[in-house]
């Protein structure tokens, strides 16, 4: 299974919803990654787990909130979001943090409209 | 500092034709570069990697990117395009020392291709 799964592929919230990006892998990597791509631009980090461990936060305001369960799970959750936070929120994982010529595994990513 | 800067945001061939996705860097310390390809609604899918072994990089699909130090490029180029290749290609560096969160991407170059 080289596969990362994000669900769901679309999501439609309005301002005061909460709602949760799940994603999964069972590569066995130990660093998974949060990364939002507007329409037509490169994906720009959010936050890094190594380890299960929240290791980089990339100023991220706090209506995102990242959880990792275990080795397995990545998730987004999200509350009181704004119409600019609309975008592809891509997964993704590699088997370590800390050594940089390493892949990384992306998922197909959850195209998030905010109303 | 690092960064990446992709030449022309689009680019157009004919089926069959050459294709050359141009990429620059700048690094202080010796870049490890990425080529990753996303297709419409996808993640995001390594293409090839470079990480100072032969400058010449041959990756998945039929592309390849040769590192040339001197010209501070990595150029992606493939013989014969086909229409499967119509993707948004992005440009990436990273440096030794550095972690997977300061994966740096360049803005994208869109790859059409027509029949």
């Known amino acids: ?115 | 500092a690092q960064s990446v800067t992709q030449l022309g945001s689009h680019v157009s061939v004919s089926e069959g034709a050459l294709v050359l996705l141009r990429c620059n860097y700048s690094s202080s310390v010796p870049p490890y570069l990425f080529w990753y390809v996303q297709y419409p609604n996808q993640g995001l899918q390594l293409l090839l990697k470079y990480t100072s072994a032969a400058t010449l990089v041959k990756g998945i699909n039929g592309f390849e990117a040769e590192f040339k130090k001197s010209e501070t490029s990595f150029h992606l180029t493939k013989p014969s395009a086909h229409m499967s290749d119509a993707a948004e290609y992005f440009c990436a560096v990273s440096f030794n020392g550095g972690s997977q969160g300061n994966l740096i991407f360049g803005k994208g170059t869109k790859l059409s291709v027509k029949p």
């Open chain 1, 1 to 115: 299974d080289t596969e990362v799964t994000q669900t769901p592929k679309h999501l439609v919230m309005g301002m005061t919803n909460k709602k949760s990006l799940k994603c999964e892998q069972h590569m066995g990597h130990r660093a998974m990654y949060w990364y939002k791509q507007k329409a037509k631009k490169p994906p720009e980090l959010m936050f890094v787990y190594s380890y299960e461990k929240l290791s980089i936060n990339e100023s991220v305001p706090s209506r995102f909130s990242p959880e990792c369960p275990n080795s397995s799970l990545l998730n987004l959750h999200l509350h009181a979001l704004q119409p600019e936070d609309s975008a592809l929120y891509l997964c993704a994982s590699s088997h370590r943090d800390f050594s940089t010529n390493e892949k990384l595994f992306f998922g197909s990513g959850t195209q998030l409209s905010v109303l």
